[in-house]
Each structure stands twice: as C-alpha cells, then as structure tokens.
C-alpha cells in the first residue's frame, strides 16, 4: 500500500478593524457624533457632500489617532497626507471617502496577545484616520438589502470620525484571532480612543484567511467582511478554514474572495465581487494641508496613555507575585483586573488569583458573561476566602458556595447557612475520623503497618460522611496522627 504523507493544516490570520472614534464631532465639520437619533438630523453641507463644502480635520481625533498608535507600540508619522478613496455607493456623496493611504498616521506596531497556547505578537501594519460613510436602512421585511423594496439614506452617520487598524498575518488560529480582537478592545477602552461598543457598530472587525501552502508560503486568502460580534468572528474563521481544507483536500484551489458569515446557519456566502472591486484611484485630498505631529506633541501625548495591558500585567506578577501566566489572564480583562485590585486588597493575593482567575472565570465562561454583568462582588469574593481561610468552609464546599453566589448574588455566608455547607468543626470531626477507622479496621490496620496509599481511603470515608464540608489536608493529619503513622 502507498503511504501517503499527511499534509497538516495551518491557519494564517490577519484582520483590520474599523473604530469609531469618542469624538464630540464629526471627523471633517462640526456635526455632533450621535447613535439613535432620528434619521438626517445631524448634517451639514461638508458631511452632505455638498459641491464646494470644505472639511477641517477634526484635532481630537488626529489625537485619539496618535494615542492608539503609541499605546499599540506604533511609529507615529511626522508628516500625514490625507486621500480620496474614490468610489461610487449611495451613502457616499462626494463620490469619495477621504481616508489616509501611502502616508498614514501610524505603523510598524504591535501587541501582546495571550491564547491558550501562550503569548503571541502581533504586528500592526498600519493605522490610520478616515471618515464613515452614511447608513443605508433597507426597508421591508429582514431589514437586509436581499429581499428589501427600496433603501433610504441616514446621513447621521455620514462624516464620522474613523480609525483603521490593519495587522500583519501573525495570527495561528481563530481562538487567537478573538484573543487580539478583545485584547485591542480593552487597549482602545483603557486609552479612551472609543468605547468599542459593538452593539452600536463602534467596532467593526474583518477576518483575512488561509492556509499555509505546503512549502510554508502564503496560501490564497478570503476575508471574512464586517463581524460586529468577537464570539462570530472566530466561529466564521472556524467555518472558512473547513472550507477551505475542504477546497485543498479535493484537489481544488481555494479562490480569492470576500465572504459573509451568517452565524445563524453557521455559513459563509460569497459577496458580489464588483462590489469590492479595489480600484478606488487614491489621490492626495487637495482641500486638506498634511498633519504635521512634532515629535514634541507626540511626547506630550504619550506621557497621557493611562496604564496599558501589558504594563499593569507585569505590575501584577511585581506587586502580587503572580505568575506571568495568572496576571496576563487578570489583565486581559479590564473589568475583571478592577474586580481582582479590589479583592487582592483585602486578601492573600494568590488565593484571591486562584479564585477569580480559576473558579469565577470558569462560571463566567461556562456561562457567556462578563464579569460586570455577574451579581458576584468583589465583597463577596473576599468573604469566601476568609471564611476558607478561617476553616470555616472547606475549600470544595466553597466552591459550591460561590456557584449558588453565582447564580443568586446572596452572600457567601447567607449561602453556606441555608445550604448547611459549614465545615464540620474540629471535636465533631476527630469524632467522624475515630467512626471511619473503626468502621474499616482492616484498612486502618495496613496504615498503622506504614502503607500510606490506604490513606487516601480513609480520607475518602470521612469526607463522604461530612458531605465534603471537611478540610482533606486536616482529615489526612488526624488520620496519620490517630494511627501513629
Ligand atoms: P489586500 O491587498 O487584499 O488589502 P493586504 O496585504 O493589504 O491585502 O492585507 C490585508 C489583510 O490581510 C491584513 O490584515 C493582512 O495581515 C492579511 N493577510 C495578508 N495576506 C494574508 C494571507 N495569506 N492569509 C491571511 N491573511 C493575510
Ligand atoms: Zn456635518
Ligand atoms: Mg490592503
């Protein structure tokens, strides 16, 4: 029989995301940025596309621009020229976006990603300013344009600040890709460049997609267009890497393309190609002077950026003595690195680690939430341990307690009274273990002879006898004490 050599699959990631930026105003005149005002009432001539209109750069956002730069380990240009990405869509009356191109306002950055196979780098291509188009609301039945009677025109929308952030194909898998996704969201949050509010569109994400060629070069990519959903874009990526093996493994050759994810019936549909057709004739913006940032605006500047992941992770394993790995899944969630400050304040830091980056995150991963939507508070969290500190609950008793905090927001010892979880005391105790060796002579016989492995037996009787509300160490104690060995 021929043996044929396996081919192994890896994937190459890279996505480019577009932030709307936490700006007052529009990106190129004075329109207030608003989300769920009635239609076309925040427009002006120059966010109209108005013939003869004239657009100013908006500084804020050449600032928030500067700041996520620096805060994502960027070059930050000195010089930045404004282009017409010139194309032709209804919610673009000028005819053209002005965006950035060859000279945009930042590149050659990077961040630090933990996956569940380590940290990873990912390199930032590129950064760079632009303005949103309008919104097209199609009207009738699923509210998509498949199947619409007509579509109208929201010019709110139109003119908004906008942030592109493109990263070089550094990303192994779809898991990877949903870990830089929230990692660069946290990033952009703590600097307070946007509130990456998915929900309302501020944050917008496109998947890039192939695999590796046998010889190790680049495969053909797809991308995966317009995810507002972290959770879908890695679902999609899962979806398309199949099909593309699929592709590969038939013999086939998986094509150029852009595609949509539908998560509902997890798979991928091709967009029309002619409306993605790259052909957009850049061209210098005449109405607008380059950006001229001194090297002295931007110091200035980065002397603001608040503490970053990385910085407040290597903080943690410094102040905490944390392990690399513990602190970088504390700070790869703002919220969650707030909860555990809080915590570790008032309680041995490692437990309040083991706690929270163990136990809670399972409940709150099991589960699908964040940690600000969970009814545990950090008063809670401290409770439990010192109630497992003073012996007063066992340590796998306190996990049930704080599954039913979890569920009920009661407070731990409101839970380990109605549930009757409280460790058995220590003279009830020595009495359970005198029960559990007398009821097992034989076994208890062979431990005073110096076989220990009988132990872990023992231990076990008298730990179902208390219901598990017992401490396993201090039952292992007074067995080795009561039976001399
Ligand atoms: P395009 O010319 O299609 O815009 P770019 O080279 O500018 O392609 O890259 C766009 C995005 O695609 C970037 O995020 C980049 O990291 C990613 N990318 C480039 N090549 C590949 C590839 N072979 N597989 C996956 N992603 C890729
Ligand atoms: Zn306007
Ligand atoms: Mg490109």
């Not at 291509?125 to 498949?146: F, P, Q």
């Not at 001194?294 to 950026?305: D, F, H, I, K, N």
């Not at 010192?386 to 306190?398: F, M, Y």
């Not at 009821?439 to 006898?465: H, S, T």
Request: hydrophobic share 35%; net charge negative.
């Amino acid at each position: 029989m021929e043996v044929q050599e396996r081919r192994t699959y890896t994937a190459v990631i890279g996505l480019e995301f577009h932030v709307h930026l936490a700006t007052t105003t529009k990106m190129f005149c004075g329109c207030r940025v608003t989300y769920g005002e009635p239609p076309n009432t925040h427009t002006c001539p120059v966010c109209l596309g108005h013939p003869g209109a004239l657009p100013v750069t908006n500084e804020k956002a050449v600032e928030l621009g500067v700041m996520a730069g620096l805060a994502l380990n960027c070059d930050v240009a000195e010089r930045v020229v404004f282009a017409r990405k010139n194309y032709f869509y209804p919610d673009l009356p000028k005819g053209y976006q002005i965006s950035q191109y060859d000279e945009p306002i930042c590149t050659g950055g990077h961040l630090d990603v933990l996956t569940s196979e380590g940290r990873i780098r990912v390199g930032i291509t590129r950064l760079h300013l632009e303005e949103d188009a309008a919104k097209n609301v199609h009207v009738g039945t699923s509210g998509r344009m498949h199947g619409s009677v007509g579509s109208l025109i929201d010019f709110n929308r139109g003119g908004t600040p906008l942030m592109e952030i493109v990263t070089e194909p550094d990303i192994p898998s779809p898991e990877a890709a949903r870990a830089t996704a929230n990692q660069l969201k946290e990033i952009l949050r703590a600097v307070g460049v946007s509130e990456a509010d998915m929900e309302k569109g501020q944050l917008r994400c496109d998947a890039n997609v192939s695999i590796r060629n046998p010889d190790g070069s680049f495969g053909t990519k797809t991308e995966l267009k317009n995810m507002n959903s972290f959770r879908f874009v890695e679902r999609g990526l899962v979806r398309e890497l199949e099909r593309q093996r699929e592709i590969l493994e038939s013999g086939g050759r998986v094509e150029q393309t852009t595609l949509h994810y539908d998560p509902e019936t997890d798979e991928v549909h091709e967009l029309r190609s002619k409306e993605y057709a790259h052909d957009y004739r850049y061209f210098p913006e005449p109405d607008l002077l380059p950006l001229e940032l001194s090297p002295a605006y931007v110091r200035e500047l980065g002397a603001q950026l608040p503490e970053l992941p990385d910085q407040m992770l290597a903080r943690f394993t410094r102040q905490y003595g944390l392990s690399e790995y513990d602190a970088g899944v504390l700070t790869a969630d703002r919220d969650l690195a707030a909860f555990y400050e809080a915590v570790a304040a008032e309680v041995d830091p490692k437990q309040a680690s083991n706690w929270i980056s163990g136990d809670l995150r399972a409940l709150l991963n099991e589960t699908g939430m964040d940690i600000s939507d969970s009814r545990v508070t950090p008063g809670h969290m401290i409770e439990l341990i010192e109630l497992v500190g003073s012996g007063k609950v066992s340590r796998s008793a306190a996990r049930t307690v704080l599954g039913k905090v979890f569920e009920t927001g009661d407070s731990p010892s409101a839970v380990v009274e109605r549930e009757g979880l409280a460790s058995v005391g220590s003279d009830e105790l020595s009495g359970v273990v005198d029960e559990a060796i007398s009821a097992n002579p034989d076994e208890a016989e062979r431990v005073r002879n110096g076989d220990k492995k009988v132990v872990g037996f023992l231990v076990g009787q008298v730990m179902k006898a208390t219901r598990g509300n017992a401490d396993g160490g201090r039952v292992r104690e007074l067995l080795m004490e009561k039976l001399g060995s």
